[in-house]
């Protein structure tokens, strides 16, 4: 009985293994297929996955444009002390990183530290030549016919490659272009860069073929309509005047032409008059000032404040928009990180406004700049509280332009504190007191916290003022171009081909008046340069923290007249309190001014590929 | 389940005969012979116990006594047998006389040993492969080792151990075999029991026989396809050959200090001043942060008010003297049909670290039993249970970007009150002027924990039949399950200012901390279908072959979830939350390897040694057309002391000598992902009208040629065993080339922004090495003795790279070349400080003033930039080229004595880290005593640094930084004694065992930094436990 039993069990078992044997254990042992990747094999066939193609596309763009406020600290009003980008990681900033970050947002010295931007932002054309291939594909296979909705995909497609394309001139100069599908490195291995001229051209084609298709307003907050393409191809021509105009002597084969400035200056400002006058696009509501609270109170806020906080999205102002999504989402803004302290959830303040651009603000009263703030040591000098435009005497700030408040704290400005998603409350802002205890008007307060200042201002600036979110999760849709730019750049562009215009100084006066300030006083238009210094005027104020001005000072060759020429001392930023925590551009060369007029053309690339050449400064 | 109760009953029953007849045996011994009696001793005349004595063609059996006296009943003329394990067998006739007494040599186990090799046990002497073993005995099990990884320091030429922290939970050693082969996974395969990947550090160390470390290709061909890396073949313990059962009882307890730890300063006013000097260098005196009245307020208050005007000793507070306990309990036994092994274990090991503890119970059981003369089944099974709290992954300190507190460790300023327990709060900056964001470890290691814990089976079993003498043919299942589970519920807490009664803005943890629950679960299948067959012919020809058809299978899968505000803040579970903000992740993965492997071994007139093996492997991670991979290798061995025109030459000194040699190659998939292979779109996506919309994007490009990487190995060694192999020496030459590196292609710029860099098979590593092991063995009067020492030196080259490799070029944070070893030495020649500004204006301008480094223009261009380095081509960073070790033991009557040396050469690394840098912030920097007696300044000339907060490049890479890794370390030193048997009567105590030890006694080293052991790191403070046990070994 028991030997059976064993036997039988051994025949079966051995006979069980030959048939495992023969068929295998598991069945499809070497395929094993991925479970949370999807299989291309199944997708392009319908309208909705050409949609979520498009969508892969967007979400590629938005982190090479969402960051775009550290820009700003090439120029002389913002610094830019670090970033909050995660290396390696594209939507959490990686095409703002480099090996060197302390550098990349200086004021000089930087253009050798965006491989990683140039990498993302061909990462941006190979996405779209994907985007735009298939669904042609889609088409000529007749799977799905040419519906309005995949020619609008194809529009917006190839609007972001235009803009990726725009951004990458507008840095490097001349780069290689490409529209095409890659399937391996070989395709692109050995590309020369193209005449910026030629890659302009594509761009301007792109950006109408983005116009035909795209329609006269965004289905959905998020995708792009034929303003954005109007006003991006605007934009394109205006820079083109601007170097032609202005000359790029670090481009090698570039010749500036007066008459090609003239032309783009002249297309680019009926561009800008189409996208002013033919949507029916209006400033955040209206352009009124709204209200304001005096220094040391923020119960009420002027309009151009709320304009940078989620409450502005889906305005028209916002011409071209990258969305956000907040708590949950993964896919949130860090404006609150970067621009404000550690009150405020922790926040790192990697971005804060400089001394300078508190004298910028011009008085209501007057239209006008008013006298210059005095530094003043309040540990040292018992009446600087109280001294008459003593940089921290909170009523020096008093009878300023709208957009002073809105954009930046000065010592005992508020703002709400928040932990843990919870309002804690007025936090006033004190320069070097950190989260100390101080008694105003007989209500304690924690003062703000931050390592990050060294100027004596933090930004109010897209800051939140309601709790709810954390750093890492705003909401905001981060504009790319907005109306109140390109009422500006209508200005310059039509200034620049026949002097200051009636209704190109009408639309300034609008951008002033939202700062609750005079239209401009007969001087500021009485010359092509004195409006134009009242245009660049503008552009500062109403443009800070948004990553325009230091692409301003490069197409208009500014660096010298900001920072001084080669050789000279350079020129100290300060804070409140007199000291002078940096210099720039002290005893420097040529060849520095050089080399940010231009960015390197990425090295690693150019050990690879012979044909790459190298931008002059940098050889 | 009848059946296997059936078997279940029958081996009780069996257990019981056997031990009943084996009880009663002697009483029925043959009564017409003649009972002779005598002495077994020694060569040198000592008496020899528990030798066996047989009369031949029976089963009369006795065994000597203490006095090494023996009686037995044997006819005249019959053949007395004497066999013990370590003596060599002998035998005598027995005559008239009554008394026959004989000595015994001493067998010598290196050369005759069993050694176990990949699917079988071969004998030492016939292996043609690089085979080190090593037995765990009560030397190795005295030690209080947290796992077996450690404990494998220095005993195996070729086998690198690198401790790189004391953590407990995170203790496990790197090992690496024969110098770093890829820039992948070079770790090597871990098989137990035959099932590969098993977490070595979980393995009771108790349970282990014995280890194999297999180092050239011939070896581990068998494991082909991820046996590059080498492998480490572990045994457990069985009842074979048992006869009679024993039960076992080990327990271990140690207490663990550092083996060194960072000076840091309890003196904030101190810290302070060192914060203004170092301001000083480019602050004016009114724009400092620190004012003077800030620091001599708290100076004078602090030796008054410690809760206001603290100077906390951190290292103090956060940490203790660990403690390790390991109690083990076993019994194993056998008889003719069965064989068993039962043991369960427990450990427990509290960190240096507060609230870093870590527990583990093992649970083994091994089960064989007789079916049939020719058929064999049996079950192994080991399960394990451990729970792990822990603050940050590192201990102290957490490497990961995205964890803020991980580097904070530096800003632990004493100036906080860690914890007042009158109120409860956790303290936070008080002094005027410093960083809010200023560092409260306690607060951390108290509030933030990490609690996981994880159960892990793991099940075999085999059933083999030889229907003909000769083949056997085996089937083979094995299964891995593990569960894990962590969770994280922070405890909310806010920084205090005991001065101001406030709280102060810093929020160290939110009163809306998440609570987060991870699982991971998964499991691995192993199906081995095998055969065997061995046979002799013509009597001096042996041929042996095996081949095996393997199936494995993995599957892994995670599982997370977190939810915001909690109910109450001593709740945990995720329940115990509301439901507005809630994040939830899971995935999973899988892959299968199929294997056809062959083996032969050809042994003729036992001096000619041949073996070929064969592997091929299909992997999942591969495309069609690239699966299979073909691993083949050959080696030849040459026992030339058996020949016999070398005899006479050879006999007087050379015992045994043999001579061999393989080549052969080994795969590794490791450096591919699952599906990296496989096209798919991974999904982006974005928000389109305040929602989250769906999107793809294409990330892949797929090298369709990809396969697998191959190491060949070349391995010479010599077996040599002199003096009646009292003296034994191997030494192996090998010489391993890594091809078809696989590394991410060469992508365009073009590209990479959108698309991974497909992997390819480029790239080439030369490991090139020689490894000795010499030990002696032998015994002066009571005393038996040996010493064995070992080492190795390996030389790592670079060969082939994918890449343009730019000067100063790195790899993943690793100085890489071609031809240069892997993480070279490159550095700034640094000429020391400047003293004067004389020396300043003498070197070549690089911005120094006196105090600053002053380093060498070696391009002598007139300017120091990065072409100035020089590179070391013979020095690594993260690795020695040689290592050795030392032991020696002494036993004499119950007393034994064993010590242990272990060092390595050849590594050089920059002592720079952020616990010694001159640079500090100009607030919130945790000063060590360093910082205040060794900067350079006009007082302090002789300064063993630079000035405080001096130029930036006194903080780079230059040879001034540049120390000596080199080390010895007195790593175990044990002390036991066996009290005699005698002493225990009747109680069934057979033999116990009481023995101090101590760990990591001493190390000699002239590096200045924790530990020369240690892997180079900026942030790492956990230091190298130091320990002191005392054990206890009882068998009944």
Redesign the interface.
């Known amino acids: 009985m028991?030997k059976i039993?064993?036997f039988s069990?051994?025949v079966i078992?051995?006979l069980g293994?030959f048939i495992?044997?023969q068929t295998?254990?598991?069945k499809?042992?070497?395929?094993?297929?991925?479970?949370?990747?999807?299989?291309?094999d199944v997708?392009w066939k319908t309208e909705a996955d050409a949609t979520?193609?498009?969508?892969?596309?967007?979400?590629?763009a938005?982190p090479c444009w969402d960051r775009d406020y550290y820009f700003d600290g090439q120029a002389e009003f913002v610094r830019t002390r670090g970033i909050s980008a995660?290396?390696g990681n594209?939507r959490l900033g990686d095409a703002y990183q480099s090996s060197n970050t302390g550098g990349m947002f200086g004021p000089t010295n930087y253009g050798a530290l965006f491989?990683n931007m140039?990498?993302?932002?061909?990462?941006?054309?190979?996405?779209a030549n994907?985007v735009i291939f298939n669904v042609e594909k889609m088409q000529s296979e007749g799977t799905s016919a040419s519906t309005p909705v995949l020619e609008t995909i194809k529009g917006e497609a190839a609007l972001l490659r235009g803009m990726a394309y725009f951004k990458l001139i507008s840095m490097w100069g001349d780069v290689?272009y490409?529209t095409n599908v890659?399937?391996?490195?070989s395709a692109?291995?050995q590309?020369a860069r193209t005449p910026i001229g030629k890659v302009k051209d594509s761009i301007m084609a792109d950006f109408a073929y983005a116009f035909d298709r795209l329609p006269v307003k965004a289905s959905?907050?998020?995708?792009a309509s034929k303003p954005a393409a109007l006003a991006l191809r605007g934009k394109l021509q205006l820079y083109w005047a601007s170097w032609n105009k202005n000359g790029w002597p670090e481009l090698e084969g570039f010749t500036p032409s007066a008459a090609a400035a003239t032309a783009a200056f002249t297309a680019a400002a009926a561009d800008f008059k189409s996208v002013i006058n033919d949507y029916s696009l209006t400033l955040y509501l209206n352009g009124d000032p709204g209200t304001i609270d005096p220094p040391g109170k923020a119960d009420n806020l002027p309009n151009y404040y709320y304009l940078f906080t989620p409450k502005a999205?889906g305005n028209p102002e916002m011409i071209m928009v990258f969305?956000?999504?907040g708590?949950?989402?993964?896919?949130g803004e860090e404006l609150m990180r970067d621009f404000s302290g550690?009150?405020h959830e922790?926040s790192q303040c990697w971005v804060s406004p400089r001394y300078e651009i508190a004298d910028r603000y011009q008085l209501l009263s007057t239209g006008d700049f008013g006298p210059k703030l005095i530094p003043m040591?309040p540990t040292?000098n018992p009446n600087a509280r109280t001294t008459l435009n003593s940089a921290v005497n909170p009523a020096s700030y008093d009878n300023r332009d709208y957009r002073m408040k809105s954009t930046i704290q000065w010592d005992y400005e508020m703002s709400i504190?928040m932990?843990?998603?919870?309002s804690t409350g007025f936090?006033p802002f004190i320069y070097?007191t950190?989260?100390?205890?101080v008694t105003i008007n007989g209500v304690?307060y924690?003062?703000y916290?931050t390592?990050g200042c060294n100027s004596g201002y933090v930004f109010r600036k897209f800051v939140r003022n309601y709790a709810g979110q954390g750093r890492s999760d705003g909401?905001y849709a981060w504009p790319v171009i907005r109306l109140a730019d390109v009422y500006l750049m209508y200005a310059e562009a039509t200034n620049e081909v026949s002097g200051p215009q009636t209704d190109a100084i009408d639309l300034v006066n609008k951008i002033r008046h939202r700062g609750n300030l005079p239209p401009l006083a007969a001087t500021k238009i009485a010359s092509k340069q004195a409006f134009f210094d009242a245009i660049e005027q503008e552009r500062i104020v109403e443009l800070i923290g948004e990553g325009q001005r230091s692409f301003d000072l490069r197409r208009w060759r500014a660096i010298e007249r900001v920072w001084g020429p080669p050789g000279s001392p350079g020129l100290f930023r300060i804070d409140t309190?007199g000291?002078q925590p940096s210099r720039y551009f002290q005893n420097a060369s040529d060849r520095e001014y050089q080399q940010d007029y231009i960015f390197r053309i990425?090295?690693?690339?150019r050990?690879?590929?012979p044909n790459l050449t190298q931008n002059i400064p940098w050889r | 389940m009848p059946?296997l109760h059936?078997l279940r009953i029958n081996y009780l029953l069996s257990v019981v005969t056997l031990l009943f007849l084996f009880f009663l045996s002697p009483l029925f011994s043959a009564a017409q012979m003649k009972t002779i009696s005598g002495i077994v001793t020694d060569e040198s005349g000592n008496p020899l116990p528990d030798i066996t004595v047989t009369v031949q063609n029976t089963k009369t059996a006795t065994v000597t006594n203490e006095k090494g006296r023996y009686t037995i009943n044997a006819a005249i003329g019959a053949v007395l047998v004497f066999s013990a394990t370590n003596t060599e067998t002998a035998s005598l006739v027995v005559g008239d006389q009554s008394e026959h007494n004989i000595s015994l040599k001493q067998k010598i186990t290196a050369l005759n040993d069993v050694v176990v090799v990949a699917y079988g046990r071969q004998k030492k002497v016939n292996l043609v492969g690089s085979v080190a073993t090593v037995n765990v005995d009560e030397k190795i099990t005295g030690r209080p080792l947290p796992n077996i990884s450690s404990g494998l320091s220095g005993l195996v030429p070729g086998l690198a151990v690198t401790q790189n922290t004391g953590m407990a939970g995170r203790n496990g050693a790197v090992l690496l075999i024969r110098g770093l082969g890829t820039s992948n996974n070079s770790n090597p395969l871990v098989v137990v029991d035959g099932m590969p990947d098993v977490d070595i550090n979980r393995i009771n160390v108790n349970d282990i026989e014995t280890i194999s470390v297999l180092k050239d290709a011939t070896s581990a061909s068998v494991y082909g396809s991820r046996a590059a890396n080498g492998v480490i073949l572990i045994t457990t313990k069985s009842g074979k050959g048992m006869r009679k059962t024993s039960i076992n009882f080990t327990s271990n307890m140690a207490i663990e200090v550092p083996t060194k730890g960072f000076q840091f300063m309890a003196d904030y006013p101190r810290a302070l001043t060192l914060e203004q000097r170092r301001s000083a260098t480019n602050t004016?005196p009114?724009?400092l942060l620190f004012k003077k009245g800030t620091i001599d307020q708290w100076m004078a208050l602090g030796m008054i008010d410690p809760l206001r005007y603290p100077n906390t000793d951190w290292w103090d507070i956060i940490m203790r003297n660990g403690a390790f306990q390991n109690y083990n309990l076993s019994a194993t036994g056998g008889n003719d049909k069965s064989n068993f092994f039962i043991s369960a274990g427990m450990k427990d090991e509290q960190g240096l670290q507060i609230n870093n503890n870590y527990n583990q119970y093992n649970a083994r059981f091994n089960f064989d039993y007789k079916?049939?003369n020719n058929?064999n089944t049996g079950v192994k099974f080991n399960g394990n249970w451990s729970k792990f709290i822990y603050a940050l992954e590192e201990g102290f300190t957490d490497p990961a970007?995205?964890n803020t507190a991980g580097f904070d460790m530096q800003y632990a300023i004493a100036g906080i009150t860690p914890y007042d327990p009158e109120t409860g709060y956790f303290g936070g900056?008080m002094a005027?002027?410093e960083?809010?964001?200023a560092y409260n470890p306690y607060m951390v290691y108290v509030n933030t924990l990490t609690r996981q814990t994880r159960q892990e089976a793991n099940a075999s079993m085999y059933?083999d039949?030889t229907p003909i003498k000769g083949l056997t043919?085996t089937?083979d299942y094995g299964l891995n399950y593990y569960n894990q589970f962590s969770w994280n519920a922070n405890m909310p807490a806010q920084a205090y200012?005991f001065q101001?009664k406030?709280?102060?803005?810093?929020?160290y943890v939110?009163?809306?901390?998440p609570i987060v629950n991870n699982t991971n679960t998964g499991y691995k299948t192993l199906?081995n279908?095998r055969l065997n067959y061995h046979t002799i012919f013509k009597k001096n020809h042996d041929i042996s072959a095996l081949f095996l058809?393997s199936?494995e299978?993995w599957y892994d899968r995670f599982q997370g979830s977190s939810r915001?505000d909690r109910l109450f803040p001593t709740l945990h579970e995720i329940d115990a939350a509301l439901t507005d903000?809630?994040?939830t992740g899971g995935?999973?993965?899988?892959?299968?390897?199929?294997s056809y492997i062959g083996r032969v071994n050809y042994t003729a007139f036992n001096k000619y040694l041949l073996e070929g093996n064969f592997r091929v492997d299909?992997?999942?991670k591969f495309v069609?057309g690239q699966?299979y991979g073909f691993f083949p290798s050959v080696a030849v061995g040459w026992r030339f002391t058996e020949e016999n025109f070398l005899r006479p030459f050879l006999d007087k000194f050379l015992t045994t000598g043999k001579l061999r040699v393989s080549y052969g190659s080994l795969g590794n998939n490791s450096g591919i992902g699952?599906?990296e292979q496989?096209?798919?779109?991974?999904?982006?996506?974005?928000?389109?009208?305040?929602?989250?919309?769906?999107?793809?994007?294409?990330t892949k490009?797929i090298n369709k040629v990809l396969s697998w990487e191959a190491t060949n190995v070349l391995d010479i060694g010599l077996e040599l065993g002199f003096l009646r192999s009292r003296l034994t020496a191997e030494i192996d030459f090998y010489d391993r080339v890594t091809t078809g590196l696989v590394r991410p292609?060469?992508?365009?710029?073009?590209?990479?922004?959108?698309?991974n860099a497909p992997r390819t098979n480029i790239g080439q590593v030369r490991n090139r090495g020689i490894e000795g092991n010499f030990s002696w063995r032998d015994k002066i009067g009571n005393i038996n003795y040996g010493v064995s020492a070992n080492v190795s030196y390996n030389k790592n080259l670079l060969e082939g790279w994918n890449?343009?490799i730019?000067r100063g070029a790195t790899s993943g944070g690793a100085n890489i070349f071609l031809d240069m070893p892997w993480n070279f030495v490159y550095a700034y020649q640094a000429i020391g400080i400047a003293q004067t500004w004389a020396d300043v204006y003498n070197a070549t301008p690089q911005g120094a003033q006196p105090g600053d480094i002053l380093r060498k223009d070696l391009n002598g261009d007139g300017r120091i930039d990065g072409n100035d380095q020089k590179a070391y081509p013979n020095i690594q960073r993260d690795r020695p080229t040689t290592y050795f070790g030392l032991n020696g033991y002494a036993a004499w009557k119950g007393i034994d004595i064993a010590f242990f040396l272990q060092g390595s050469a050849g590594r050089k690394d920059f002592w720079l880290n952020a616990f010694n840098n001159v640079n500090f912030s100009t607030?919130r920097y945790a000063a060590t005593w360093n910082h205040w007696y060794n900067p350079w300044s006009v007082e302090n000339r002789d300064g063993a640094w630079p000035r405080l907060g001096g130029s930036g490049n006194n903080t780079v890479a230059s040879t001034f930084w540049l120390d000596d890794m080199s080390y010895l370390r007195f790593k175990n030193l044990q002390v036991g004694y066996t009290i005699p048997k005698k002493l225990f009567g009747k109680t069934g105590i057979n033999s116990l065992r009481i023995a101090g030890s101590a760990e990591n006694l001493l190390t000699i080293s002239s590096f200045r930094g924790l530990d020369p052991e240690k892997a180079g790191n900026n942030n790492n403070l956990y230091p190298i436990n130091k320990g002191y046990s005392l054990v206890f070994q009882l068998g009944f």
Request: glycine content about 8%.
């Open positions: 028991k039993n064993f069990t051994f078992a051995i293994c495992i044997l295998s254990c598991r499809n042992l070497l395929d094993q297929p991925p479970t949370t990747e999807l299989s291309p997708f979520a193609g498009l969508m892969g596309l967007y979400a590629s938005r995660t290396a594209l491989d140039y990498k993302y932002l061909y990462g941006v054309v190979n996405r994907y290689p490409f890659v399937y391996e490195n692109v291995a590309l959905q907050l998020g995708r999205n969305t956000h999504g708590t949950g989402t993964s896919q550690r009150s922790g040591n040292t504190g932990a843990s998603l919870q936090v070097q950190w989260a100390g205890n304690k924690i003062t916290n390592d909401d309190w000291a990425p090295p690693s690339e050990d690879k590929n | 059946k059936c004016l009114a724009n079916v049939r058929m970007p995205t900056v005027y002027g960083d809010p964001q059933w039949w043919a089937l200012n101001t406030s709280f102060g803005s810093r929020v939110g009163p809306n901390a199906m279908a058809y199936e299978y915001n903000i809630q994040g995935n999973s993965s899988t892959e299968g390897l199929k299909g992997s999942s069609p699966q699952r599906y496989r096209a798919t779109l991974a999904a982006n996506n974005y928000i389109i009208a305040n929602s989250v919309t769906r999107g793809f994007v294409n490009l292609s060469d992508l365009s710029i073009l590209l990479s922004g959108a698309f890449e343009f730019a607030a």
